[in-house]
């Protein structure tokens, strides 16, 4: 999509202009979708982890998620894209609070 294409036609749920603004994944915005993740807002979680689709961390809670959501299918797509075990026995909170953990030392 063309920078023109979004700027005249801005809308919140087009994805690829926002991923076009993106310009990695800033630590903080990644806290505020785990943040919002254990709140139970998957939906507003995953909006932030779409736009930095390209940062592992973004990607693993985009696979995170999807859990939430019950999309193990998807879930597991985006598990395989950063490398890491879809871990069934391991709660969603459990594993946001790992993402949290490493974002502290960011």
């Known amino acids: 999509m063309r920078a023109a294409d979004c700027a005249s ?3 919140a749920d087009n994805i690829e202009c ?3 603004e993106a310009k990695g994944a800033p630590t903080a915005e990644l806290r505020r979708a785990v943040a919002l993740a254990l709140t139970g807002d998957w939906q507003a979680a995953h909006l932030i982890a779409q736009k930095y689709e390209d ?3 973004a990607s693993w809670i985009h ?3 999807h859990r939430m959501e019950g999309d ?3 879930a597991g797509y985006w598990y395989r ?3 890491r075990p879809l ?3 391991v709660s969603t909170a459990d594993e946001l609070r790992e993402i ?3 974002l502290a030392g960011r």
Do not use: F, G, I, W
Request: no cysteine.
């Open 18 to 20: 926002v991923k076009d």
């Open 81 to 83: 894209r950063v490398q």
């Open 55 to 57: 940062d592992d961390v």
């Open 100 to 102: 949290e953990a490493l």
């Open 72 to 74: 193990l299918a998807n």
């Open 9 to 11: 036609a801005r809308r």
């Open 63 to 65: 696979a995170v998620v």
């Open 87 to 89: 871990r069934e026995d």
